[in-house]
């Protein structure tokens, strides 16, 4: 029981492949059986909905200490600049102003490698240039517009490609350039693809600027006593946040503790610890109180984020009965001010069998807010260009656009030369082509008869989201026979809580209602990774299942010291655990447990390896359905088929959640959502919810799921792959192809909008 | 600046308040009163995230100035639950799924209670009217309707 080693675990989150040690469990269980399981992939209610309809949930943004002070954010209003004076005694008289931060005064501490917590050398609209704490927030408002700040303007750029020529202004001394070259992937040789190809079809493709926007603003609330510093924080990783914030205070770990428990959406802007924190516990320290920082809408799209933009130039060859020679990619994309990942090359590389591939990416500073991870990052760009090519290329060799896909299809990663654990993405082409009415399609494309035309599109998707270890929960049996989880995951709004809670009840075969879970806090939970990546329930759930089964492994072994027969005469059944055979002796969990006196106890469970030699990815397509008013260039969405591969499926409810969040975000990005910059100013134009389009319920179009897979037992003791960021891939390239079947014009660039759809008709 | 005193009903209980003139309904009632329940999400009606029902409309609490509230009665969402029970759209929105991460949920609920005190029976395009104002970034829309629809449907029967 409770077999353990340490191993080498690599696995891929969001951007890059982490690698690290973790112990994992060597605990063998046997595959569950769908049609055996009670509560694991029945649909069941949040176990946390209470709290969110009635109101009493306490977010980060709802903490209230006692004697808490507000805090508010100077931000530079030019692109580009440096400080050469600041004054801070007028707002430092103003009563109720209780402290102020600047580079002069606060510690200089490192931040985005090159760059400073409070940097003199400002690089885009939003920086940071004082942090001010007040009574109330309108006080530190105040303080902010009397604070005196001379700033030298200096030149800028706002756009990548205006950025990586040689004469541009620079926001590093060694250029925009990050790391000074591209980052290059190759393997076969396409020149000689391309020679093979019969037809090769070539086109740039360009994506914009998303901002993430998550409902809950960016918050904390810190708290010292003594040199213990406490933080609530509406963050995905609650352990990334204490290892940053200890680092650069110098503090042990174990004298910082951050908390969250419930959080308004983060999508990827909420993996890190913020400036803003730090800023906040630094003062917090100084003025001796409590202090909390919210930031608002304007500064959440100017500084905490964004998904960056793309220009894409593909070249593409196939022959004539559809195999695919060659696919090359040049592309850059803007990292914003501070180094952050913009590649978006993951597609090409991995989605289809292709045996010369070569991509190069640039990643460019430039004055604007920085990049971060947004739900799928790279893969919704890459799947916008590399799904339209492929449909160019289907049509120039006259091959109905599923069947070239099918034609392509891979059972072995390419990049990394090993099998998939499982690939069910045929399947889940045939029940969604036959759902959506592929046949149906105007074909050829443009055919509708107008002004309402119609059109159906596709795109594939690709997705790591097998997660893997380290990650941990320890479960807790309390003697009236109920069960608590604690893990040092976090729900950012997925479902979490309820999710660990039906493997909990599941193996113990007791009610949901014994089930409590406590997530997201490292003064008292085993770590596990950040929230991101799609990683959560493939990483998390297998841990609470081993806690589990080691839980049940010890009450079989108490019963059977309080009945004195041996654990192989005994079996388990719905929270009770009796003798076989006649003379039935039967104990349940909570007699066992009230035996053992007022002793809690305690299991620790952990995620076992990935297996080796294997690729662990999650597939799935997306068909949309347009319609597009050749009158006014509006589209609408009138329908999405989703069909996925995700290995089992813990709850359909949730499920259902993240795909229609996944596909309407995605339709957001298609169709609206951008962030604007003046070139001519170098100020950004959306900075609230009016000039930034999210979608709303009158977007929302008819949504089709469909599952394919029933769980991966080559992954994990619970079978599952992330489904998070997989929702949202295909969607603006399903979308894309649509609009082209629709009207018979390609529009290149991300969003969709009416205008760019009306100059296409008239072109 | 100098206080002034306001008094109006929130969720059946009258409140009494001395506070400064410029104070928004949403600070009133989060800082003042502590009813945390109410969200603020963009500051200038555009998120929905801060809607109460006043005097039986839903309004952006985020745009109305505390003085303005004078003499109203306000329900927020810590007002829909009833001696512990949950109002039927608090139930069905909980068991339709339409709750991912909850930030948006209270000003869906009043939207969605205000519409159902004028109008019962909404159709499909009347519940979307209603809720078009309310952003959820999680995007529960499809179940959201559907929690209203069967809240309307217990409601009348
Ligand atoms: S906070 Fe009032 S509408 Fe957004
Ligand atoms: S549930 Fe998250 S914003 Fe609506």
């Given at each position: 029981?409770a077999?353990?080693k340490?191993?080498?675990?690599?696995?891929f989150?969001?951007?890059?492949?982490?690698?690290?040690?973790?112990?994992?469990?060597?605990?063998?269980?046997?595959?569950?059986n769908?049609?055996?399981?009670?509560?694991?992939?029945?649909?069941?209610?949040?176990?946390?909905?209470?709290?969110?309809?009635?109101?009493?949930?306490?977010?980060t943004?709802?903490?209230?200490?006692?004697?808490?002070?507000?805090?508010?954010?100077l931000?530079?209003?030019?692109p580009?600049?440096?400080?050469?004076?600041?004054?801070?005694?007028?707002?430092?008289?103003?009563?109720?102003?209780?402290?102020i931060?600047?580079?002069?005064?606060?510690?200089?501490i490192?931040?985005?490698?090159?760059?400073?917590?409070?940097?003199?050398?400002?690089?885009?609209?939003?920086?940071?240039?004082?942090?001010?704490?007040a009574?109330?927030?309108r006080?530190?408002?105040?303080?902010?517009?009397?604070?005196?700040?001379?700033?030298?303007?200096l030149?800028?750029?706002?756009?990548?490609?205006?950025?990586?020529?040689?004469?541009?202004?620079?926001?590093y001394?060694?250029?925009?350039?990050?790391?000074?070259?591209?980052?290059?992937?190759?393997?076969?040789?396409?020149?000689?693809?391309?020679?093979?190809?019969?037809?090769?079809?070539?086109?740039?493709?360009?994506?914009?600027?998303?901002?993430?926007?998550?409902?809950?603003?960016?918050?904390?609330?810190v708290?010292?006593?003594g040199?213990?510093?406490t933080?609530?924080?509406?963050?995905?990783?609650?352990?990334?946040?204490?290892?940053?914030?200890?680092?650069?205070?110098?503090?042990?770990?174990?004298?910082?503790?951050?908390?969250?428990?419930?959080?308004?959406?983060?999508?990827?802007?909420?993996?890190?610890?913020?400036?803003?924190?730090?800023?906040?516990?630094?003062?917090?320290?100084?003025i001796?109180?409590?202090?909390?920082?919210?930031?608002?809408r304007?500064?959440?799209?100017?500084?905490?984020?964004n998904?960056?933009?793309?220009?894409?130039?593909?070249?593409g060859?196939?022959?004539?009965?559809?195999?695919l020679?060659?696919?090359?990619?040049?592309?850059?994309?803007?990292?914003?001010?501070?180094?952050?990942?913009?590649?978006?090359?993951?597609?090409?590389?991995?989605?289809?069998?292709?045996?010369?591939?070569?991509?190069?990416?640039?990643?460019?500073?430039?004055?604007?807010?920085?990049a971060?991870?947004?739900?799928?990052?790279?893969h919704?760009?890459g799947?916008?260009?590399?799904e339209?090519?492929?449909?160019?290329?289907?049509?120039?060799?006259?091959?109905?656009?599923?069947?070239?896909?099918?034609?392509?299809?891979?059972?072995?990663?390419?990049?990394?030369?090993?099998?998939?654990?499982?690939?069910?993405?045929?399947?889940?082409y045939?029940?969604?082509?036959?759902?959506?009415?592929w046949?149906n399609?105007?074909?050829?494309?443009?055919?509708?008869?107008?002004?309402?035309?119609?059109?159906?599109?596709?795109?594939?998707?690709?997705?790591?989201?097998?997660?893997?270890?380290?990650?941990?929960?320890?479960?807790?049996?309390?003697?009236?026979?109920?069960?608590?989880?604690?893990?040092?995951?976090?729900?950012?709004?997925?479902?979490?809580?309820?999710?660990?809670?039906q493997v909990?009840?599941?193996?113990?075969?007791?009610?949901?209602?014994?089930?409590?879970?406590?997530?997201?806090?490292?003064?008292?939970?085993?770590?596990?990774?950040?929230?991101?990546g799609?990683?959560?329930?493939?990483?998390v759930?297998?841990?609470?299942?081993?806690?589990?089964?080691?839980?049940?492994a010890?009450?079989?072994?108490?019963?059977?010291?309080?009945?004195?027969v041996s654990?192989s005469?005994?079996?388990?059944?719905?929270?009770?655990?009796?003798?076989?055979?006649?003379?039935?002796?039967?104990?349940?969990?909570?007699?066992?447990?009230?035996?053992?006196?007022?002793?809690?106890?305690?299991?620790?469970?952990?995620?076992?390896?990935?297996?080796?030699?294997?690729?662990?990815?999650?597939?799935?397509?997306?068909?949309?359905?347009?319609?597009?008013?050749?009158?006014?260039?509006?589209?609408?969405?009138?329908?999405?088929?989703?069909?996925?591969?995700?290995?089992?499926?813990?709850?359909?409810?949730?499920?259902?959640?993240?795909?229609?969040?996944?596909?309407?975000?995605?339709?957001?990005?298609?169709?609206?959502?951008?962030?604007i910059?003046?070139?001519?100013?170098?100020?950004?134009?959306?900075?609230?919810?009016?000039?930034?389009?999210?979608?709303?319920?009158?977007?929302?179009?008819?949504?089709?799921?469909?599952?394919?897979?029933?769980?991966?037992?080559?992954?994990?003791?619970?079978?599952?792959?992330?489904?998070?960021?997989?929702?949202?891939?295909?969607t603006?390239?399903?979308?894309?192809?649509?609009?082209?079947?629709?009207?018979?014009?390609?529009?290149?660039?991300?969003?969709?909008?009416?205008?760019?759809?009306?100059?296409?008709?008239?072109? | 600046?100098?206080?002034?005193?306001?008094?109006?009903?929130?969720?059946?209980?009258?409140?009494d308040?001395n506070?400064?003139?410029?104070?928004?309904?949403?600070?009133?009632?989060r800082?003042?009163?502590?009813?945390?329940?109410?969200?603020?999400?963009?500051?200038?009606?555009?998120c929905?995230?801060?809607t109460?029902?006043?005097?039986?409309?839903?309004?952006?609490?985020?745009?109305i100035?505390?003085?303005?509230?004078?003499?109203?009665?306000?329900i927020?969402?810590?007002?829909?639950?009833?001696?512990?029970?949950?109002?039927?759209?608090?139930?069905?929105?909980?068991?339709?799924?339409?709750?991912?991460?909850?930030?948006?949920?209270?000003?869906?609920?009043?939207?969605?209670?205000?519409?159902?005190?004028?109008?019962?029976?909404?159709?499909?395009d009347?519940?979307?009217?209603?809720?078009?104002?309310?952003?959820?970034?999680?995007?529960?829309?499809?179940?959201?309707?559907?929690?209203?629809?069967?809240?309307?449907?217990?409601?009348?029967?």
């Amino acid at each position: 029981m409770a077999d353990s080693k340490i191993i080498k675990s690599k696995y891929f989150f969001e951007e890059d492949f982490t690698e690290e040690l973790a112990e994992v469990s060597a605990n063998k269980y046997a595959d569950w059986n769908k049609k055996e399981l009670k509560v694991v992939g029945k649909p069941v209610s949040r176990v946390d909905g209470y709290d969110k309809v009635s109101g009493s949930a306490v977010f980060t943004f709802d903490v209230i200490l006692p004697n808490m002070a507000h805090a508010k954010t100077l931000r530079c209003p030019h692109p580009h600049a440096k400080i050469k004076r600041i004054n801070t005694k007028k707002a430092e008289k103003i009563p109720g102003v209780l402290g102020i931060l600047t580079y002069e005064n606060a510690p200089k501490i490192s931040w985005y490698g090159k760059s400073f917590l409070f940097d003199p050398h400002l690089r885009y609209e939003g920086d940071e240039v004082a942090f001010v704490a007040a009574e109330n927030e309108r006080i530190a408002e105040q303080a902010l517009k009397l604070i005196e700040v001379d700033y030298e303007i200096l030149p800028f750029v706002t756009d990548a490609a205006e950025a990586m020529k040689k004469d541009a202004p620079k926001l590093y001394d060694d250029g925009n350039i990050r790391g000074g070259k591209p980052s290059v992937y190759e393997r076969g040789d396409i020149d000689k693809g391309f020679e093979e190809a019969s037809a090769v079809a070539e086109q740039t493709y360009k994506t914009q600027v998303e901002i993430h926007n998550p409902t809950e603003p960016h918050c904390s609330v810190v708290n010292w006593d003594g040199d213990y510093l406490t933080i609530w924080d509406s963050t995905q990783g609650v352990f990334s946040v204490r290892d940053r914030v200890a680092d650069v205070l110098k503090l042990p770990a174990s004298r910082v503790r951050v908390i969250k428990k419930y959080m308004g959406g983060a999508f990827g802007a909420k993996l890190e610890a913020g400036k803003y924190t730090v800023m906040a516990a630094l003062l917090a320290r100084k003025i001796g109180r409590p202090v909390r920082i919210a930031l608002d809408r304007r500064e959440m799209n100017l500084s905490v984020g964004n998904r960056p933009d793309s220009v894409q130039k593909l070249k593409g060859g196939a022959t004539k009965d559809g195999r695919l020679t060659a696919l090359y990619q040049y592309s850059y994309g803007a990292a914003g001010a501070h180094p952050a990942g913009a590649g978006c090359s993951w597609a090409l590389r991995t989605m289809y069998l292709c045996p010369n591939v070569k991509t190069e990416e640039y990643t460019v500073y430039i004055n604007a807010g920085r990049a971060r991870p947004f739900r799928a990052p790279g893969h919704v760009q890459g799947f916008f260009a590399l799904e339209a090519l492929i449909d160019e290329l289907a049509e120039k060799i006259g091959m109905d656009p599923l069947e070239f896909r099918i034609k392509n299809h891979t059972d072995r990663d390419q990049v990394f030369d090993a099998p998939y654990t499982s690939k069910l993405l045929l399947d889940a082409y045939r029940v969604a082509a036959e759902a959506i009415g592929w046949k149906n399609r105007p074909q050829p494309a443009g055919s509708d008869a107008g002004p309402l035309k119609r059109g159906i599109g596709m795109s594939s998707q690709i997705w790591w989201g097998g997660g893997g270890p380290p990650a941990y929960a320890t479960l807790k049996l309390n003697r009236d026979g109920s069960v608590r989880i604690i893990a040092g995951s976090q729900d950012i709004g997925t479902g979490t809580y309820t999710i660990l809670a039906q493997v909990a009840s599941e193996v113990l075969e007791i009610p949901m209602e014994k089930v409590e879970v406590l997530l997201g806090d490292t003064a008292v939970a085993p770590y596990c990774g950040s929230s991101g990546g799609s990683t959560t329930a493939p990483s998390v759930s297998p841990a609470v299942r081993d806690a589990a089964e080691q839980m049940k492994a010890k009450l079989l072994s108490g019963a059977a010291a309080h009945l004195n027969v041996s654990e192989s005469q005994l079996v388990y059944r719905n929270g009770v655990i009796h003798t076989k055979g006649k003379n039935k002796k039967s104990m349940t969990i909570r007699e066992i447990a009230r035996k053992m006196g007022e002793r809690v106890l305690v299991t620790t469970g952990k995620r076992e390896a990935n297996p080796d030699g294997y690729a662990i990815n999650s597939f799935g397509v997306q068909f949309a359905e347009v319609e597009v008013d050749t009158e006014t260039g509006k589209v609408s969405v009138k329908k999405i088929v989703a069909a996925y591969d995700i290995g089992r499926v813990l709850n359909p409810k949730t499920l259902e959640n993240q795909i229609h969040g996944g596909i309407i975000q995605g339709l957001g990005f298609a169709l609206f959502e951008e962030r604007i910059i003046d070139r001519n100013t170098g100020k950004v134009l959306t900075t609230n919810l009016h000039d930034y389009k999210l979608p709303t319920v009158k977007d929302t179009p008819q949504i089709d799921i469909r599952i394919v897979s029933k769980g991966d037992s080559k992954i994990s003791n619970t079978g599952v792959k992330g489904v998070g960021e997989p929702a949202m891939i295909p969607t603006p390239a399903a979308i894309g192809n649509a609009v082209y079947n629709a009207i018979g014009k390609r529009i290149k660039s991300l969003p969709i909008t009416p205008d760019k759809v009306l100059t296409a008709l008239q072109s | 600046m100098k206080k002034i005193n306001i008094r109006f009903k929130v969720n059946g209980r009258q409140a009494d308040l001395n506070i400064a003139p410029n104070k928004r309904l949403l600070d009133v009632l989060r800082d003042d009163l502590g009813l945390t329940g109410t969200k603020e999400g963009c500051d200038i009606g555009e998120c929905g995230a801060c809607t109460v029902v006043l005097n039986g409309r839903a309004v952006h609490s985020c745009l109305i100035l505390a003085a303005q509230a004078n003499g109203a009665e306000i329900i927020t969402v810590e007002g829909l639950t009833q001696n512990g029970e949950l109002h039927p759209l608090q139930k069905n929105f909980l068991e339709h799924g339409a709750v991912q991460c909850g930030f948006c949920i209270p000003g869906m609920l009043l939207s969605s209670y205000a519409l159902l005190k004028e109008n019962p029976h909404p159709r499909e395009d009347d519940i979307k009217e209603a809720i078009a104002g309310n952003l959820c970034r999680c995007t529960g829309y499809k179940q959201i309707i559907q929690a209203v629809e069967a809240a309307a449907n217990e409601n009348n029967e």
